[in-house]
């Protein structure tokens, strides 16, 4: 363990230096995941605008689950964004098959290739929406919220990474699945948005089956709304993205053992 602790730093760093290499192309990354996120804010504000209040929420509350949602999401960009390479791009032209070569799990090759700075820009905004928008929404940052919190950002990055792992591992079946990724992560964007105003489908999909409502949606309503036990939410974020995360890695090593290079 100790060897692969080690590793992934050096890794880490690695990409750090190269990014950092070309630090004007760093800086508009960031600035475009910033304008990005800036954008998406002022979509809802302009909504806001239109209905004053959303199902009863008003705007600074919407603020504070928008910038709530951006910790798990920030966290997950900055640590395994390369998974999307796999879906989209390495399978198909061969570029997986190096990391073949190598006495180093392959997914953990991928995890580590890449280090973004840019979730960093997604991180702070997150943060700051969160302190700001609590504070017009008088937030009582009790213990027991700040622990649904922290739990929420952590293990739901590891959700989301999950659900990456799972559908990056079919292009090793399908040469390509970045499609199907793609579908699978835009329902976070519905967690944006009061669960409530969904229909009963929408809102069983985001609660069962694409469980991001669970690591976001459940835990804002906790701070704004004292709807639900902390405790009780965050045990069953752990449980859920825990199991998840360890089907996510019985498929992925089941579909590895079945690839087969392109011959590209």
């Known amino acids: ?5 080690k590793l992934y730093f050096t890794c880490i760093k690695r990409s750090i230096i ?30 806001m605008e239109s209905i004053p209040s959303l199902n009863g929420w008003t705007m600074a509350e919407m603020g504070f689950l928008y910038g709530f949602s951006m910790l798990p999401v920030a966290l997950d960009h900055i640590f395994t964004d390369d998974l999307w390479t796999v879906a989209y791009f390495k399978v198909r032209n061969g570029d997986l098959d190096r990391m073949f070569t190598k006495p180093v799990p392959v997914l953990f090759q991928v995890i580590a290739e890449t280090f973004q700075l840019e979730g960093l820009g997604e991180l702070i905004v997150g943060i700051v929406m969160l302190s700001v928008c609590g504070s017009m929404v008088s937030v009582t940052w009790t213990f027991g919220a700040v622990f649904v919190l922290i739990i929420a950002t952590l293990f739901g990055a590891l ?25 699978a992560y835009n329902f976070i964007s519905y967690t944006r948005y009061p669960i409530k105003i969904y229909p ?9 089956v694409f469980p991001f409502a669970l690591i976001i949606s459940y835990p804002v309503e906790i701070f704004l709304f004292e709807t639900y036990s902390p405790y009780l939410i965050a045990g069953v974020i752990v449980a859920a993205s825990c199991a998840l995360f360890a089907l996510s890695i019985a498929i992925w090593t089941f579909l590895e053992r079945r690839y087969e290079s392109t011959g590209s």
């Open 159 to 183: 959700m989301i990474t999950s659900f990456k792992i799972i559908f990056a591992s079919l292009a090793f079946k399908f040469k390509r699945s970045g499609q199907l990724l793609q579908v």
């Open 200 to 208: 009963a489908v929408i809102r069983g999909l985001l609660t069962f």
């Open 1 to 5: 363990m100790a060897r692969y602790i």
């Open 18 to 47: 190269t990014r950092l290499e070309y630090k004007r192309d760093t800086f508009i990354s960031i600035f475009n995941f910033f304008l990005t996120n800036v954008a998406s804010i002022l979509s809802i504000w302009m909504i």
